[in-house]
């Protein structure tokens, strides 16, 4: 056939001028959109992949090692494919590979549009918070204060400032701010210690909750701007890479 698809059997598969893999690839996206399958079907057992578009098993694993990595699928054993939706996690995973400078520029930006989130959106944050939310806040900063080196403290502050967004529901803005994790998870590293987090970030953390708890619009904003703001002196004009002095989660 000219018009780049092949039939084997009854089953049309595009793409001919391309590999196997990539065919296959192409037929069983096909298949999920044209069968009406959604998230949470199972796909047919990798023996009827392999009838179904007569091609071997390692062709067939190939392809769906590919959907995986798209996120259109999760393979588990004794269980088989499954569609998923983690697409946009995994823009996220190759966004992250990224290596991004900062600068007090950059770090005016980020924390700009944090303090827009976690800052303005108080309003809403009061309103949709609840007790199991604060649970969780204080869970993760006692993570935070746990952990042995900078990076996983770091980690587990993103996770707090998350869960903290994600009380907005609103998951465009999540995706939004999961996107930005690089850059913020750099800031959060900058000029950092085991003393600094335990003695400062800890505790700033700990006020914010507090002030969630009371609902004290002032104070929760007070507390929250100032925290993201700190730092800022850390960051040169220009590059990330100089030795900083301090700043704080």
Known sequence: MGNGMTTVGNITIRGAGRSAVDSIVASMRDMISDGGLSVGDRLPTERELCERFQTSRNTVREAMRILKAYGIVDVRPKVGATIVDNRMSRALDLFSFNVLEVSRETFSDIQGFRILLE?????????????????ELRQLNREMAATKTVPDAAEIDFLFHTRLVSVLGNKAMLDVYQIMKPVILRIMERGKTRRTIEAQVYKEHEAVVEALERRDRVDFQYRMKTHLEAGYVSFSARAEFEEPTTSRL
Do not use: H, Q
């Open 119 to 135: 800052v303005a959106s108080v309003d809403r944050i009061f309103e949709r918070i609840t007790d199991l939310d604060l649970f």
